[in-house]
C-alpha cells in the first residue's frame, strides 16, 4: 500500500465505502463482451462441473457436466460451450485493418472479442481447461472434436495473454475493481468479488464493513461452497446410479435437471454480480491511453487467430530463449502501462508525488531559448520552473518527464529553492533541443519519474549455448518411489 | 603487501585462499578450448575481484584472448579500473553500452581505450557489461574470444548468460551466493521457477543444473573485508561456504573523541558508537511502532547519528594503515531498503551538511565497501514479513558491507515478528531454495547474534 492507499483506506473504513483511487478507468470494457462463469466439482480442478455463458446479462444459458469425473461427460459439456464460443470468439477476426508494421504491413481485426469473469481463479480455470484440452488427438482411437481442441487452443491463448500487464482481452473483475477502488480489506478479502463489491457500494444505511462481513459468505466459483457441494453430492450419486455407466447423449440428458437446477442459482448469483459491477464500472470514463493498448490486444488477437486457424500449434514449455524474450517483453509492457496510467490519471498520480516519484505545480516560466554548452557547441536546452506548494525531495539531476510527454527525452531536474508562499521552485531542464511541446506559463503541469520510452534490448543468439543445454537429455523420474 | 605485514593476517586463511585461487585459475585454464566452466564462489568481501585479476598474466602467456563481464555498468568501471591497474603494461579494451561512457578519472588511465565492440576484434583483455558483450557478439560485430569471466555471476540471470555464453567456449564464473538474487519488475516472476528455462535463475545456477557433473566449483574460504567480530554472524548467510576473517583479532581499531551526552537520543547514540566500536556491532531498536517505510523517527535517529559520529571525530587503523587516521564521511555509508528511504536520507543529510556520506539501497551496494556501515534493517516496523523485507540476500549485503563496525537500526518488535511459524510458501518442483524460509532463518539467527550488542531506546 501506497500513502495515498493508506489515507483512502482510513478514510473508507471512516465512512463506511470505499474510495476510488483513479479518475479514469483504465480497461475498455466492450459493449458485447462475452461473459463466462465456471464452477468446478469439489476439489477437481481440470473439470467443468457448471457453466454460464452469454453475451448480455439477460442470455444467460447454463451447461452442466453431470459427473465431470468422467472424461466423456467432461468434455460432453465443453463440447457444447466451444459450438457457441468458438463462433463468438472466431467471428470478431472476419474483418481486418491493415497496419504498418515496420518494413511491411499486416493487418489486424477491427475489433477484438472481450471475455469477462468474475476473478482470477477463473482465468486459471480457463488456463487448465485450455491446457488439457489444447492437445488432445483429433485421430486414434479416443479422438476429440476439432471443435474441442480449437477451444482449448482460445482458452490456452486467454490465459497467457492474461499475464500480459494493462491488456483487455481477458478481464477479472475483481482484479480490474481492485485495479480502480480501495477499500480497508486485506487482500484475501479483496478476492471475494462479492465482498469487495459490498464496499464499493453497500447496501442504504449499511456501513461496507458489514456489507461485506455477511458478503464474503457467497461463493463466486470456480471453487465451490463445501455445503453446496454437500447438497450436491446425492444428486450426483443418483445420477451415476440412473446413467449405470452410460454417457450416450439420449440417457443423460434428461437425467440431468437435478443437477441443473442446483447450479442455476449458484451459476446465476455470480452472473448477475458480474454485469452489476461491470455496468458500474463502464459508467466511469475511459483513460486515453486504453485504445493503445487495444490496438496491442486486437493485434495479439489476430495473430492467434490466425495461427490456430492455420493449423498451428503452440509449445507447452518455452525454450530460454522464448522465456527470456518474454520476460522482456512484460518487464517492458509493465512500465509502459504504468506510465500511461500515471500520465493519463490526476488522482493515480498522487500516490507518486507522495512518494517523491512526482512533483507537481503550476509554470511560472519558460525559457525557451536557454542554451548550454553540450560537447563542444551551443545547444537549446529549454528550462521550465514550476511553483510547487509540496516540498521537493528530488536530487539534482533526476530525469522526470512530464506527464504530457511521457515518450519524448527527459527533464532533469538542475534547481530547487525556497520560493514565496512557502511554496518551492523547480527548475527542469529539457535535454534535448528537438521541437517538442512545452508546458505553457500559468497552467498546471505534473512530472513524474514513469515513461514510456522502451529500453535497449540485448540481442540474443538464435541457437543455444551450450550452458543451457542439458549435457545429457533428461530422462523422466519414476512418478512415485519404487 | 600482505606478506609485508605478516603479523595483521590470519597466514592459514591466507594460505587456504591462495590455494582455492590457484586451483580454480588452473582449472579454467587446464580446459582452454573446451566448452567447460569452472566456478568461484566466496563470501562477501573475500578478495574475488582480485581473481578475476589474475586471470590475466597466465591469459597472455598462453595468447588466449579474455572477455570479462559483469552484471552492472558500476561494476564494470570498476573492474577496468582495477585491472589497469594492476596491469600497467596491458591494455584495458572497455566496450560500452550506448549512451555510457567510464568516469573520466578511469578513462583517463593509459591503458584503458573505450572502443565500439567491432574494434575491440584485435584486442587482448575486453571488459564490458554481459548485456552488451553478449549483444555485439549476436550482432556479428564481436567475435569470439578464447576465455569469459564474469564476475558477479550470482547475480547475473540465466537470460543474460545465455546471451554471450557462446562468446568463448571456457568460462570462469565468480561470485558471491549470499547477496540478492537476479529480480524482474515482471508480474509473477515466479511463473518459470524451477524450470530449465527460467531466466531470473542466476547464471551459475543454470550451468550446474545441466553441468553439475563436469562443473568444478571452488571454494575462496576467507573474508578480507569482514574481521572476526563480523565473521560469525555473517555465517548464517553462507550454510553451504566455511570461511575466516583474513585480519588478525586486534588489528583494526575504531576510536571517537570522548564527548558527554546532553540530550537521551545522543546518550543512546554515543551508546550505540561505543558499542559497535568495541564489538563490531551494534543494534538500536526504536520503541515498536507500525509504520510506513520511510518512517520519519527512523531518518531523525540516522541523521542524529551521523551528525554525532562526525562530531566526536572517528579515527580508525588498520591493516592498511598502521597510524590512526580520520574517518572521511565518503567511507561512511547508510545502507536502507527502499528507494523513498533513500530519497528522504539523503534530502536530510545534504541539508545538514553531510552529502559525502553514501546513502543507498541493498542492490545498489553489492560490491562495494565502507569503513562504517548504518543499516536500516529491513523489517523495521513493518506490519508483516515478506518474501521482499525477508529476503536473506538483502540483508546479508547490509552487514557485510563494512571493514570496522555496522550499526543495526530497528525497531523493537522486529524480532517478534519472526517468533510466530513461518507463512506456508509456495513450492516449485525441481526448485530447493525457499527464499521465505532461508530469510526466515537468516533473520532470526542475525537478530540472535545481534543480542549482546543490543540497546533500546
Redesign the interface.
Known amino acids: 500500500m501506497d ?1 495515498l492507499e ?1 489515507a483512502l483506506a482510513a478514510r473508507a473504513l471512516r465512512e463506511g465505502r470505499a474510495f476510488r483511487k483513479a479518475a479514469f478507468r483504465h480497461r475498455c470494457l466492450s459493449e458485447n463482451p462475452i461473459a463466462l462463469v465456471l464452477y468446478q466439482l469439489g476439489a477437481e480442478p481440470f473439470s467443468a462441473a457448471a457453466i454460464g455463458f452469454g453475451h448480455c446479462k439477460s442470455d444467460f444459458n447454463l451447461i452442466v457436466a453431470g459427473e465431470p469425473r468422467n472424461r466423456d461427460l467432461a468434455f460432453a459439456a465443453l463440447q457444447r460451450l466451444a459450438q457457441w464460443f468458438n463462433t463468438m470468439f472466431e467471428n470478431a477476426a472476419a474483418h481486418r485493418e491493415t497496419v504498418p508494421n515496420r518494413n511491411r504491413e499486416q493487418t489486424r481485426a477491427n475489433t477484438a472479442p472481450q471475455v469477462i469473469v468474475a476473478n482470477s481463479a477463473t482465468i486459471e480455470m480457463i488456463g487448465r481447461l485450455g491446457r488439457r484440452l489444447a492437445y488432445l488427438p483429433l485421430t486414434g482411437p479416443r479422438p476429440a472434436s476439432a471443435e474441442l481442441v480449437r477451444l482449448g487452443q482460445h482458452f490456452l491463448f486467454l490465459h497467457r495473454h492474461a ?1 500480459t ?1 494493462g491488456q483487455q482481452l481477458i478481464v477479472s473483475m475483481t482484479d480490474l475493481l481492485n485495479e480502480h477502488w480501495v477499500t480497508p480489506q486485506s487482500p484475501m478479502e479483496r478476492q471475494s468479488l462479492a465482498a469487495l463489491y459490498a464496499y464499493i457500494a453497500p447496501p442504504p444505511g449499511l456501513h461496507g464493513y458489514e456489507a461485506a462481513a455477511s458478503a464474503e459468505r457467497i461463493a463466486i466459483g470456480p471453487l465451490p461452497d463445501g455445503d453446496d457441494d454437500e447438497k450436491l453430492d446425492p444428486l450426483v450419486q443418483e445420477f451415476n446410479g440412473r446413467r449405470n455407466g452410460s454417457t450416450a447423449p439420449s440417457v443423460i440428458a434428461p437425467l440431468l435437471a437435478p443437477i441443473a437446477s442446483h447450479y442455476r442459482p449458484l451459476v446465476r448469483r455470480t452472473w448477475d454480480l458480474l454485469w452489476t459491477c461491470r455496468d458500474r464500472e463502464a459508467g466511469w470514463q475511459q483513460a486515453p491511453s486504453v485504445p493503445r493498448r487495444w490496438d496491442d490486444d486486437r493485434q495479439a488477437y489476430t495473430d492467434h487467430v490466425d495461427w490456430t486457424l492455420r493449423g498451428g500449434h503452440r509449445r507447452t ?8 524474450m518474454l ?2 517483453k ?2 517492458e509492457a ?2 509502459i502501462v504504468a506510465a500511461e496510467q500515471a500520465s493519463d490519471d490526476p488522482l493515480l498520480i498522487v500516490s507518486d508525488l507522495l ?2 516519484k512526482a512533483v507537481q505545480g503550476w509554470v511560472l516560466r519558460v525559457d525557451e531559448t536557454h542554451q548550454e554548452i553540450v560537447n563542444v557547441r551551443a545547444a537549446r536546452r529549454p528550462l521550465v520552473t514550476i511553483s510547487s506548494p509540496d516540498p521537493c ?3 539534482h539531476g533526476k530525469e522526470l518527464w512530464w506527464t504530457r510527454t511521457p515518450g519524448s527525452p527527459p527533464y532533469v531536474i538542475v534547481d530547487v529553492r525556497a520560493g514565496p508562499n512557502q511554496h518551492v521552485l523547480i527548475t527542469l531542464k529539457l535535454t534535448t533541443s528537438s521541437r517538442i511541446q512545452l508546458p505553457r506559463t500559468g497552467e498546471t503541469a505534473c512530472f513524474s519519474a514513469h515513461t514510456t520510452r522502451t529500453h ?1 534490448f ?4 538464435p ?9 545429457s537429455p533428461p530422462t523422466p523420474a519414476p512418478i512415485e518411489d519404487e | 603487501m600482505e606478506s609485508a605485514r605478516d603479523n595483521h593476517f590470519n597466514r592459514r586463511a591466507l594460505h587456504a585462499a591462495a590455494r582455492a585461487t590457484r586451483d580454480a585459475l588452473q582449472d579454467f585454464f587446464l580446459h582452454a578450448g573446451e566448452e567447460h566452466a569452472t566456478v568461484l564462489k566466496a563470501p562477501a568481501g573475500a578478495g574475488k575481484t582480485g581473481a578475476v585479476v589474475l586471470t590475466v598474466p597466465p591469459a597472455r602467456r598462453r595468447k588466449m584472448r579474455l572477455a570479462i563481464g559483469t552484471p552492472t555498468n558500476d561494476q564494470a568501471f570498476a573492474l577496468v579500473e582495477r585491472l589497469a591497474r594492476s596491469h600497467t603494461n596491458e591494455t584495458i579494451t572497455f566496450v560500452p553500452a550506448s549512451a555510457v561512457s567510464l568516469p573520466q578519472q578511469i578513462a583517463r588511465l593509459p591503458n584503458v581505450v573505450q572502443v565500439e565492440a567491432a574494434q575491440a576484434n584485435g584486442a587482448a583483455i575486453i571488459v564490458g557489461t554481459i548485456s552488451k558483450l553478449g549483444d555485439a557478439f549476436c550482432r556479428g560485430t564481436l567475435t569470439p574470444v578464447d576465455g569469459l569471466v564474469i564476475d558477479e555471476s550470482f547475480q547475473a540471470d540465466s537470460s543474460r548468460y545465455y546471451g554471450v555464453a557462446d562468446l568463448a567456449p571456457t568460462h570462469l564464473l565468480v561470485g558471491d551466493s549470499g547477496q540478492l538474487n537476479p529480480f524482474s519488475t515482471m508480474p509473477d516472476p515466479y511463473r518459470w521457477r524451477g524450470l530449465p528455462e527460467d531466466p531470473l535463475q542466476t547464471a551459475v545456477g543454470v550451468l550446474l543444473r545441466n553441468h553439475d557433473a563436469r562443473t568444478q566449483v571452488h571454494n575462496l574460504p576467507i573474508s578480507r573485508r569482514l574481521d572476526h567480530r563480523a565473521v560469525p554472524l555473517v555465517r548464517a548467510f553462507y550454510s553451504d561456504l566455511s570461511f575466516e576473517a583474513a585480519v588478525l583479532p586486534g588489528v583494526r581499531k575504531l576510536q571517537f573523541d570522548p564527548a558527554t551526552a546532553t540530550s537521551r537520543t545522543l546518550r543512546l547514540v554515543d551508546q550505540a558508537l561505543e558499542i559497535s566500536s568495541r564489538s563490531g556491532w551494534a543494534h538500536v531498536e526504536l520503541p515498536p511502532a507500525p509504520v510506513l517505510a520511510a518512517d520519519p523517527e527512523m531518518i531523525d535517529l540516522i541523521v542524529a547519528l551521523v551528525q554525532r559520529l562526525f562530531q566526536r571525530r572517528p579515527h580508525a587503523r588498520c591493516e592498511r594503515h598502521a597510524s590512526w587516521n580520520e574517518l572521511q564521511t565518503r567511507h561512511v555509508a547508510i545502507g536502507v531498503s527502499h528507494n523513498d528511504q533513500k530519497d528522504l536520507l539523503r534530502f536530510r543529510l545534504d541539508s545538514v551538511g553531510f552529502p559525502e556520506v553514501v546513502v543507498e539501497t541493498a542492490n545498489k551496494l553489492q560490491g562495494l565497501e565502507f569503513e562504517l556501515v548504518i543499516a536500516w534493517h529491513p523489517l523495521a516496523g513493518i506490519p508483516e514479513p515478506d518474501e521482499f523485507h525477508l529476503d536473506p540476500g538483502r540483508l546479508c549485503v547490509l552487514l557485510t558491507r563494512h571493514r570496522h563496525a555496522c550499526i543495526v537500526l530497528g525497531r523493537a518488535d522486529d524480532r517478534h515478528l519472526l517468533d510466530a511459524l513461518p507463512p506456508a510458501t509456495p513450492a516449485f518442483l525441481g526448485w530447493d531454495p525457499d527464499p521465505i524460509l532461508d530469510g526466515w532463518e537468516a533473520h532470526r539467527a542475525a537478530f540472535a547474534a545481534l543480542e549482546p550488542h543490543r540497546l533500546t531506546l
Open positions: 500513502h493508506v499475464g500487464p514449455r518455452l525454450t530460454p530463449r522464448q522465456a527470456a520476460m522482456r512484460l518487464e509493465q512500465a512518494d517523491e525531495l528530488m536530487p535497449w540485448a540481442a540474443l543468439p541457437s543455444t549455448p551450450w550452458t543451457h543445454r542439458p549435457s
